[in-house]
């Protein structure tokens, strides 16, 4: 039996390709004019595709960055990414798999509500129920009025991003989960632990809950550690992910950068069978305003001695140049730093306010870490700074991976696994300048060269607000797929092509742009227009309706053929002020029964609104004339 192929926009980012026997109900797409069933079609139909834009543009995609660990169990390390401000700042959370195609293999959630901020915050967390698939937690601080929530996304073999346990906070404002950690086993039972933060507990004292891994883990808070004071902000950063003093559990690192009108503390908590609320060591700085404590990560074992060693950064230090602390493990450790790391030759920086342990980075058998300066240069371009381990480490950077264009390079940092499974460790850096987080690989002699750059799907792109059949666009025998974006790059706009196919996915195989204007709204229309040109191949024409100053529009055309590619053969431009050229596209069938398809193009804006429709007759050799 024939199948009927319909579009249904979901929403202005993105379709819905559905493949059924029989319909219940006609659908008709006009531009922006929907006609749609009595009932909502979810009550009649399941999906089979979802296509969406790749480009998170305004939801400050990069925001924050970590590795997910292996988190399908394919024997590669994955990586989460966050958008925080998508869609009206519901917020979004995307999951990168590792390999070959990472940036294009991903899978995404977005968050319940505007406003909750999801993906404020992603972290690895081990493997928090031990059933062999890594974990991790991301966070909505601002869920029910900044109660806050966080969600855990279980790995598995068939991975999805529906979340397997919820933890909440308990009243409004308290910021519950502003940060998270994992990836320590504090009590040594063999199943990663969680901490999750509250800034605002308490009149602001704050407090970080732990919730201990289990075969069947549960969102019951296991211990709690309270800030001394209130406005301290107790737990803005903490790590569990370190044993500092070798003896087999993992440590808790906590910082509360409010501590003494922010000149802020650390505090370092012992694991053990029993955990104690009372600190082994404390860390401060005697100087208001030095925003010490504002970040802090473990860092590896920097000279590998067999002790966890740890960063605490300050990021207002010394007229704000900032600087970073390390201190090394040891049995009992001290708490006097025993590296400072600074850069005081530019007072336009915020150094130290990215920390992170970057693994064995240039595979020499020492831990590396990365400190981060998002707004580097008077651009604001940002940078990150890549230390070596050995056995006497120095704070003499060995790497400076610069960001460009104002992309605040480092809004975050994180150590990001092996993700090319080639042994070595690898890092990843946010951007949200350029709505990117990066990935740099790691090497026996790395390099500043970027390897992967991860963007998420659409928002404000108005990705499927027009939506066509291609026809047969490379002339395999399946029919291809039209999707326009016209937000796009300052609604520049763009167009893509999903060649069909017994393994059709929902990879993009060809892009479609326009003109480089601003404002042009090219993918506003966008529709198969049958075989034009009469060379065997199906066509696609594609409208820009806003196109120059005084709005006249264009129309491109591309032709198919069994190699197509993105370069426009034809354009089509009337030159008529105003006349918003490209409004709507339509296939006309062969008008003049010559054997060639034939097409039109309406432009609504034409004699004061009145409105014309152009009608173009196909020719093999088709000029738009």
Known sequence: MKKTVIFIITSFCAITLLAQNKLPHSVNYKSHNHVLPEKPVSSYLEYDMIFEESNVSGGRFGWTVSSAGDFNGDGI?????????????????????????????????????????????????????????????????????????CYLFLGSANP???????????????????????????NNDGYSDIAISSQNYSNDKGAAF???????????????????????????????????????????????????????????????????????????????????AYTSSYAGDINNDGYEDFMVGAYGAYGSYGRCYLYFGGETPDN?????????????????????????????????????????????????????????????????????????LTISVNYAGDVNNDGISDIILGATGSRTAKIYYGGDTPNTQVDAVLEGAGSDNRFGYATSSAGDFNNDGYEDLL????????????????????NAD?????????DDFEDAHFGWSAAGIGDVNNDGYDDVAVGAIFYATNM????????????????????????????????????????????IDDFAIGAVGTQNTKGKAYLYLGKENFTGQ
């Open 77 to 149: 390390n994955d990586v989460a990414v966050g958008a925080d401000m998508y869609d009206n700042s519901s917020g979004y959370v995307g999951l990168f798999f590792g390999g070959d195609n990472i940036e294009t293999d991903f899978i995404f959630t977005t968050g319940e509500n505007p406003g909750d901020f999801f993906g404020g915050h992603v972290s690895f967390v081990g493997d928090f129920n031990n059933d062999g698939f890594d974990d991790f937690l991301a966070n909505a601080n601002g869920y029910n009025e900044a109660t806050g929530r």
């Open 506 to 514: 929902n990879v993009a195989d060809l892009t479609l742009t326009g």
């Open 552 to 595: 006249p529009g264009k129309v491109y055309v591309f032709y198919g053929g069994e190699e197509p590619d993105s370069v426009v053969d034809v354009v089509i431009n009337e030159n008529i002020a105003n006349d918003w050229l490209g409004y709507f596209i339509n296939p006309a069938g062969d008008v003049n029964n010559d054997g």
């Open 483 to 502: 999707v326009g974006a016209y937000g796009y790059d300052q609604y520049r706009g763009r167009a893509y092509i999903y060649f069909g196919g017994e």
């Open 210 to 292: 732990i919730y201990f891994g289990g075969e069947n883990p549960d969102n019951t808070i296991d211990f709690t550690y309270i800030g001394e004071a209130n406005n301290n902000s107790f737990s803005n950063t903490l790590s569990i992910d370190g044993d500092v003093n070798n003896d087999g559990y993992d440590d808790i690192l906590i910082t509360a950068r409010g501590y003494s009108v922010n000149a802020g503390k650390a505090y370092l908590y012992f694991g053990g069978e029993t955990l104690n609320e009372i600190p082994e060591q404390t860390f401060l700085r005697t100087y208001d305003t030095d925003y010490y």
């Open 160 to 186: 999805d991003l529906v979340p397997d346990l919820v933890f909440d906070g308990t009243f409004t404002t308290e910021w519950f989960g502003y940060r998270h950690a994992g990836n320590g086993d504090v």
């Open 336 to 408: 006097t730093a025993d590296l400072e790391f600074y850069k005081d030759t530019n007072d336009n920086t915020d150094f130290a306010d990215g920390l992170s342990a970057a693994g064995d980075f240039n595979n020499d058998g020492y831990d590396d870490f990365i400190i981060g300066d998002p707004i580097y240069n008077d651009n604001y371009d940002g940078a990150a700074y890549i230390y070596f381990g050995g056995e006497n480490p120095d704070n003499v950077e060995d790497l400076i991976i610069e960001g460009e264009d104002g992309e605040s």
